[in-house]
């Protein structure tokens, strides 16, 4: 899936939409999504059958990078 392509796009809307949903426990977290945007699972597919969860977020950064290269 190409990065920021309009699959991608997708997927961070609707993680984004649920993320809002849950309570930040610091500023340094992020929210992360699974199954991954990189597979065919992600959340931007429509069904709604994904999860999110706010994790560090500088490991998030670095696995979120190793993924994406």
């Known amino acids: 899936m190409a ?3 309009t699959d991608w796009k997708k997927n ?3 993680k984004d939409i649920a ?3 849950i309570p930040k426990p610091t500023p340094k977290d992020q929210c ?3 199954p991954f945007a990189t597979t065919l699972q992600r959340a ?3 069904d709604g059958n994904f ?3 706010y994790v560090d977020g500088s490991q998030n ?3 979120g990078g ?3 290269w």
Do not use: W
Request: with cysteine; aromatic share 8%; proline share 0%.
């Open 61 to 63: 950064g670095s696995a």
């Open 19 to 21: 993320c809002a949903t």
């Open 51 to 53: 999860s999110v969860k």
């Open 66 to 68: 190793i993924l994406r």
């Open 44 to 46: 931007g597919k429509g």
């Open 12 to 14: 961070e809307a609707a």
């Open 3 to 5: 990065y920021q392509g």
């Open 32 to 34: 992360d999504e699974y």
